[in-house]
């Protein structure tokens, strides 16, 4: 195989290794603060199941209060038809006495429906509690595993940014190299990758098939072949192609895992 297309493929497995590990470190933050956000609804739901529980209780208060106040009314009205003298001043008092107790009815039947909202506040209330200790929990959970994502993808990229550097050198410094180098860097600009694997007489990138001509040429293993240092491309996607002759002797490999030892028959 071309070693300028060998080093390349390492590059490129770098590249890609590179891009998921900031990948994973960008969305550390972006986790972090959703998690944030649905622990700041939990507890803006937990204020709010307190106020409407709070005005709830205040409302009942105030009716049990007046409640209170119509009752007392209306006793000291029954005390004065006592002494009442007169059939229209009986008849007043009656009348007065009948609104209040009515009143008086309606405030309790009020009661009761404040006491049954006020239970559904409090299975409200008590269910947003829950909700906020979960979301908190998950939380710093989240925070824990952000901070520790981030101190390890951090030294991971350094390594990696530093084997990069070593493989983009190795690749300027042969012949051809350089060139070789600036198309991956064209390509893998504009299509997300610079080369893409041969399988099954097709490009792994594009799935577009592999002229046989072509596919001859990339499978070719004879070391002094015409084409032996030759990188071709796809003619549909343009990515640099190349063959990996393991896949005619499987064995166990790595992406990105150098070729040489496979590439002479």
């Known amino acids: 195989m071309n070693a300028d297309l060998e080093h390349l493929i390492v590059l490129q497995a770098q590249d ?3 891009r998921r590990l900031r990948q994973q470190l960008s969305e550390g933050p972006l986790q972090v603060k959703a998690a944030e956000a649905a622990c700041a609804q939990a507890e803006a739901a937990l204020k709010a199941a307190k106020d409407s529980l709070a ?4 409302l009942r208060r105030s009716q049990e209060l007046e409640v209170k106040e119509r009752q007392t009314k209306a006793a000291r009205l ?19 006495i009948v609104f209040l107790d009515q009143s008086i009815a309606k405030l309790e039947d009020e009661e009761l429906a404040s006491l049954e909202r006020t239970e559904g506040f409090e299975l409200a209330l008590g269910g947003a509690t829950l909700t906020l200790e979960a979301e908190t929990t998950t939380l710093a959970s989240i925070r824990v595993r952000a901070a ?17 550097a070593a493989t983009r050198a190795l690749l300027a410094a042969s012949p051809a190299g350089e060139a070789s180098l600036s198309a991956y860097d064209r390509i893998a600009k504009a299509k997300g ?7 099954d007489h097709k490009c792994s990138a594009c799935q577009m098939m592999v002229r046989p001509q072509r596919w001859n040429d990339l499978t070719d293993r004879d070391p002094n072949s ?5 990188i071709f491309t796809c003619e549909t996607c ?21 070729l040489s030892s496979a590439s002479n028959p």
């Open 148 to 164: 520790d994502l981030a101190t390890r993808n951090t030294a991971a990229i350094a390594s990696i940014e530093g084997e990069r």
């Open 55 to 58: 005005r709830e209780e205040t």
């Open 226 to 230: 015409e084409h032996a240092n030759t």
């Open 16 to 18: 890609l290794e590179l």
């Open 193 to 199: 990758t610079g080369l893409s694997e041969a399988v």
């Open 78 to 96: 029954r005390r004065q038809m006592e002494t009442a003298t007169s059939a229209s001043q009986i008849a007043a008092l009656e009348h007065e």
């Open 238 to 258: 343009g990515r640099m192609l190349y063959y990996d002759p393991r896949r005619d002797a499987p064995v166990r490999w790595t992406p990105g895992e150098r």
